[in-house]
Antibody, heavy 123, light 108 residues
Framework: EVQLVESGGGLVQPGGSLRLSCAASRFTFSSYEMNWVRQAPGMGLEWVSYISSSGSPIYYADSVKGRFTISRDNAKNSLYLQMNSLRAEDTAVYYC????????????????WGQGTLVTVSS | DIQMTQSPSTLSASVGDRVTITCRASQSISSWLAWYQQKPGKGPKLLIYKASSLESGVSSRFSGSGSGTEFTLTISSLQSDDFATYYCQQYNSYWGGTFGQGTKLEIK
């Protein structure tokens, strides 16, 4: 069964930075497009970023463009999200999720999800 | 941006009931719609994709229908494990699909 384990969340001050990681196992990570999706406390889901299986192309939601950077290391079966200039509105549980698209080179729907890691931006 | 609106926001039902959740898109999305189930403290679980295709391993009590702007998720004969929050998601946009606000299915 596909396993995705996020880590790196925590409490950070506004304007600060944080790097999230997602460790993938039990599937061929290098063949899958990947995404980050977030969920503010008590709220709905918001797609954040997409990366193709090869690392390009990459897409971001307008709300994080210019502040967040998605990357992957296929040799380490890992996905990352570097978050800079964090704002209170970035407070959320961040999930990594496999894209169900057949290497369509853009985000589609999300087949497998991790348990999430909580990021809290507060002074 | 394409907006997704789910109704109702909360639904109270009993074990054995048949329930339907509706999702409306602000513009046509063809059949590019997925449904997810989420339980507290867990990541969402994919149920339905392409509006009516059942994800492998998901109970056949779940079914999806619709196209264009109006879609439904139906759960026949509710089981106790089905009480959760359900989200629709459109993926017609070339980048970044959008989700509905969610429907919480509660035990009556």
């Amino acid at each position: 069964e596909v396993q995705l384990v996020e880590s790196g969340g925590g409490l950070v001050q506004p304007g600060g930075s944080l790097r999230l990681s997602c460790a993938a196992s039990r599937f061929t990570f290098s063949s899958y497009e990947m995404n980050w999706v977030r969920q503010a406390p008590g709220m709905g889901l918001e797609w954040v970023s997409y990366i193709s299986s090869s690392g390009s192309p990459i897409y971001y939601a307008d709300s994080v463009k210019g502040r967040f950077t998605i990357s992957r290391d296929n040799a380490k079966n890992s996905l990352y999200l570097q978050m800079n200039s964090l704002r209170a509105e970035d407070t959320a549980v961040y999930y990594c999720a496999t894209d169900a698209g057949d290497n369509s080179a853009h985000p589609e729907y999300f087949q497998h999800w991790g348990q999430g890691t909580l990021v809290t931006v507060s002074s | 941006d394409i907006q997704m609106t789910q109704s109702p926001s909360t639904l109270s039902a009993s074990v054995g009931d048949r329930v339907t959740i509706t999702c409306r898109a602000s513009q046509s999305i063809s059949s590019w719609l997925a449904w997810y189930q989420q339980k507290p403290g867990k990541g969402p679980k994919l149920l339905i994709y392409k509006a009516s295709s059942l994800e492998s391993g998901v109970s056949s009590r779940f079914s999806g229908s619709g196209s264009g702007t109006e879609f439904t998720l139906t759960i026949s004969s509710l089981q106790s494990d089905d009480f959760a929050t359900y989200y629709c998601q459109q993926y017609n946009s070339y980048w970044g699909g959008t989700f509905g606000q969610g429907t919480k299915l509660e035990i009556k």
